[in-house]
């Protein structure tokens, strides 16, 4: 596995749980010897987290990072450990080791230079992308590794399938290895590529007619490169066809459809989720105040959790990583159901569209809900968040808690009726599988890999991308929970059963070993 992130050591998004969940399940139900490859960031100790310096040869070896008119070497280092069968080796050099997060700058680096913007992406991302593959490939050699596999994750590994194939440094060591690149977000945002196609020869090392080849909209893409080189999935079966099957795919530039002419198409095999992480009835080793289990009918402690909730939300914590805004008030005698998000504020996750879908419900004086948002991201929608829970008419039914902190975030799974995703497109999805395993019922427009949550049987889910259809979806949620509250335990058990069944990483991985296969004949 090569791939910017790792559950436990560095994180930004859903990747770091992928290859932790992937590479532990490859391991333990597939006797695999898996390895994964990642940047050892400054914000990494990796002495405190258990790695130990591996001893090369040569402590230090060098990788080729040529700028135009400029030969040049890039000194690194290794660290390994092992965790849950999986070894884990991190790539430490200058380069890496001056980032304090993973993809963008934070509040510290701008305040030591201010043109590094917090929240910007890195300005040498592609150079960042370019040595973490390169250091890759250098160390198997080093070690003498020759997988069958190497799996690249988005688009900083998607170059690697052709450097193994068109650099004769590689080429002959690699002669025997196949290479799959798992698109992770196809978004505009996410292709990591360069229209400095000068600058990307030579510091690849990739042919001229390869760089030519990789073009697209008018940039050198690594996905694009890729193509011919490595079997090429995503992340849900749904979303392989809406990149290259519906206008869905002018998101991405038209990357999908681009992909499909070059004669690829995109396989999509739906992320998993091992149920044990967010298991309910360990609860109180989680960090929870109770203990609960939705599918023995267990379900005071859930009780005793949104309780707890509503409570920290009257004023009574002082948080340590989140600023509050507003209130919720403490439940009456008659229940009020509790509407939660974790995510990013944008309008990708569809925030815009949440803030007016309440403002609709609220001008029904019958409806009586609370709603807790947990996130940050987009300023001007955080901005309206701290505008709209001050106004008198969501006075404790709304609060918002800015930042992010994933203990919290376990307790706002566990208190929740029902989770909210509203995303204008998504990938795959991992909050709506948390959420039911903590009997949270999803809510989701159906696109993407949030087709896995079927309506009114493991949660709601609604087509048309609209603050109207979310409010009322969210209508019809309340109305089950006021006069068919047996409906959603029963809904509750089917989305437990349901992720058990089907989404389990022992499953799913059973996908990728097909893919695996595939990829030694491309």
């Not at 799996?151 to 196949?178: K, N, V």
């Amino acid at each position: 596995m090569v791939t910017r992130e790792y559950d436990g050591v560095a994180g930004a998004g859903g990747v770091k749980d992928v290859c932790q969940q992937l590479s532990e399940a490859l391991v333990q139900h597939a006797g695999c010897d898996v390895r994964v490859v990642l940047p050892c960031y400054g914000f990494i100790n990796a002495q405190s987290l258990g790695f130990q310096p591996v001893q090369l040869s040569c402590p230090v070896f060098e990788v080729d990072m040529h700028y135009p008119n400029q030969e040049r070497r890039e000194a690194v280092t290794l660290w390994m450990k092992k965790e849950q069968g999986v070894v884990i080796y991190l790539l430490d050099s200058p380069r890496f080791r001056e980032k304090q997060a993973v993809y963008t700058y934070t509040p510290a680096e701008e305040q030591e230079k201010s043109w590094q913007k917090a929240g910007t992406g890195h300005f040498d991302f592609f150079a960042m992308n370019v040595l973490l593959q390169k250091a890759a490939l250098d160390m198997m050699i080093l070690l003498d590794i020759r997988p069958d596999i190497i799996h690249c994750h988005d688009g900083h590994a998607a170059i690697l399938p052709a450097m193994l194939r068109e650099q004769s440094g590689y080429r002959q060591f690699f002669c025997q290895t196949g290479a799959v690149v798992t698109i992770h977000n196809a978004g505009l945002g996410y292709h990591q590529d360069v229209d400095d196609l000068a600058f990307a020869q030579a510091i690849t090392g990739l042919p001229g007619s390869v760089i030519r080849a990789g073009m697209f909209n008018n940039a050198f893409n690594p996905f694009v490169v890729a193509a011919g080189y490595a079997q090429i999935n995503t992340v849900s079966e749904k979303y392989a066809r809406e990149l290259q099957e519906t206008d869905e795919d002018a998101r991405t530039g038209w990357l999908g459809h681009e992909l499909r002419k070059k004669g690829v198409e995109l396989v999509g095999i739906t992320n998993g989720v091992n149920p044990e992480d967010f298991n309910p009835a360990q609860g109180r080793k989680k960090g929870l105040v109770a203990d609960f289990n939705l599918e023995k009918g267990e379900v005071h402690g859930k009780k005793s959790c949104k309780e707890e909730m509503l409570y920290l939300c009257r004023g009574h914590e002082s948080w340590a990583t989140v600023q509050q805004y507003g209130a919720l008030q403490e439940e009456p005698n008659v229940p009020m159901p509790l509407f939660t998000f974790i995510g990013r504020l944008t309008a990708q996750k569809g925030v815009d569209l949440l803030l007016q879908a309440v403002s609709l419900l609220m001008m029904k004086s019958s409806t009586e809900f609370q709603l807790l948002i947990l996130g940050s991201g987009d300023s001007v929608l955080e901005q309206q968040l701290q505008e709209l829970v001050e106004e008198k008419r969501f006075r404790g039914q709304l609060c918002f808690l800015k930042g992010y902190d994933p203990a919290l975030a376990l307790k706002i799974y566990a208190a929740g009726d029902f989770f909210l995703i509203p995303s204008l497109y998504e990938p795959c999805g991992l909050t709506d599988y948390i959420a039911q395993l903590f009997g949270n019922l999803p809510l989701v427009h159906h696109v993407g890999g949030l087709v896995k949550v079927i309506d009114k049987k493991t949660g709601f889910a609604y087509q048309e991308h609209s603050a109207e259809a979310l409010a009322q979806t969210m209508l019809l949620a309340l109305d089950i929970y006021h006069n068919q509250p047996e409906q959603l335990n029963t809904m509750q058990k089917a989305a437990l059963q349901h992720i058990q069944t089907h989404y389990q990483w022992q499953h799913v991985m059973q996908e990728y070993l097909s893919l695996y296969q595939k990829a030694l004949y491309v």
